[in-house]
């Protein structure tokens, strides 16, 4: 399944500059995250709903929550990406947390990736030439099309509609990936797994995916406006 040879994927930097994320790109450009663009571009409602969640469960509560959910992602990912790699899926260590981040990524394997033909990269960083960067969990082949594909944790189970950002990304990921590789991306899968082990996937192609795609230029077209 693992073919890191497709593609010559060139590594690049990250740095911080006033807060935002930004890639040292191969040609020498800086250029802002595609995680960046989102956030200030999130809609006012968003922001709202975010800042009630907070207010509601507390400050103090609300971080806990984030920072616990993103060590389990970090561990879930791992996991994932050492299968890919080596097609062993490595045992947990005796912490529960481990435990846990083993038994979701070894969900998305059986019930997921299992319909991976082809995975070119994991932890891939993309460009877009002069515009934007960032960095995809997995590049390959889907069930029989050239597809972006993320692995996702989630405390809860969502709905589609509460997750446009991850397709949003998915376009933009697969946009940079066409323009650099040549590739004719028109497809984003989300393998998703809750923490007490609920196995959800999202797939966004067609007249979908190019949906997304005008979205996300729109979202660029807002970025520039606002900090250039």
């Known amino acids: ?4 040879n497709k593609f010559n994927y060139s590594r690049f930097g990250k740095e911080s500059v006033g807060g935002k994320r930004l890639y040292a790109t191969p040609d020498g450009e800086k250029l802002p995250s595609v995680t960046t663009i989102l ?10 709903a975010l800042n009630e969640w907070r207010n509601r469960v507390g400050h103090k ?11 389990r992602g970090t561990r879930m990912h791992k996991f994932i990406e050492d299968y890919i790699k080596e097609g062993i899926l490595k045992e947990p260590g005796s912490n529960p947390y481990s435990i846990q981040s083993h038994t979701m990524a070894k969900s998305i394997i059986d019930k997921g ?6 995975a070119w990269g994991v932890e891939v ?4 030439p002069k515009i934007y960067a960032g960095t995809t969990d997995l590049c390959g082949i889907h069930d029989g099309d050239e597809a972006i594909m993320d692995h996702k944790q989630s405390n809860k189970v969502k709905k589609r509609e509460w997750i446009e950002d991850y397709f949003i990304q998915s ?3 697969a946009n940079a990936h066409n323009e650099v590789y040549g590739t004719r991306i028109r497809k984003g899968v989300i393998f998703m797994c809750t923490a007490d082990n609920q196995y959800l996937e999202f797939i966004i192609e067609g007249v979908e995916f190019d949906k997304y795609t005008d979205v996300w ?5 807002q970025y520039y406006s606002k900090f250039l």
Do not use: H, W
């Open 39 to 48: 956030e200030a571009t999130k809609s006012e409602e968003s922001k709202k």
């Open 113 to 118: 990736l299992c319909n991976v033909n082809e």
């Open 1 to 4: 399944m693992y073919n890191p």
């Open 171 to 173: 376009a933009a990921y």
């Open 217 to 221: 230029f729109n979202k660029l077209d």
């Open 125 to 128: 960083p993309l460009y877009f």
């Open 61 to 71: 509560r609300a971080q806990e929550i984030t920072t616990e959910a993103a060590g």
